[in-house]
């Protein structure tokens, strides 16, 4: 993976229907943990609203874990975390005061040494990027939790020649 993969881009926004599942503001790994357990627990509560099977929910506990964990070792106070649920997926949205550190993948490194967390949530997201407000970074991921969710529409392929000025030359 390259940091390319990991692009500065904005998060999307959620629905007019899209709920908040929860926020935290974990200061260490202890606390992290106490939070994860908070969110599993309110995904339970919630996976009849929402139709999400274990698998999703698995996905987005570990992204948390990830990405919570990486603010925390990598980024500067204070962090936040929140998740919010839209109609077919989750937007999980971690926040640190570290803008001028983005999230950047270990390269070549052993996967026993650890280090592979943003290789994973990439593997598992929809989608995935980070964006920058001041000192304020954001790291956000969409994990997708329904069946139901439609595809996203294809491209629609162009003639050969055919860019933006031939377009406009119409």
Not at 41 to 70: H, K, M, W, Y
Request: with cysteine.
């Amino acid at each position: 993976m390259s940091e390319a993969l990991w692009a500065q881009r904005p998060r999307p926004t959620p629905g007019p229907d899209a709920t908040a599942v929860g926020r935290w503001e974990p200061t260490t790994p202890a606390e992290l943990t106490a939070h994860r357990r908070q969110l599993s627990a309110a995904l339970q509560d919630a996976t009849g609203a929402t139709g999400a099977d274990e698998v999703a929910v698995a996905r987005l506990l570990l992204a948390f874990e990830e990405l919570a964990s990486n603010a925390l070792r990598h980024g500067r106070g204070p962090v936040w975390v929140a998740v919010t649920a839209g109609r077919y997926a989750w937007l999980l949205e971690v926040s640190d005061a570290a803008a001028d550190r983005p999230p950047t993948p270990a390269v070549g490194r052993d996967a026993a040494e650890g280090g592979l967390g943003l290789y994973l949530v990439a593997r598992m997201a929809a989608a995935h990027g980070w964006d920058a407000h001041g000192e304020q970074k954001i790291v956000w991921c969409r994990i997708d939790y329904s069946p139901d969710q439609p595809a996203p529409e294809a491209p629609v392929p162009r003639a050969r020649g055919e860019g933006a000025a031939h377009r406009h030359a119409r």
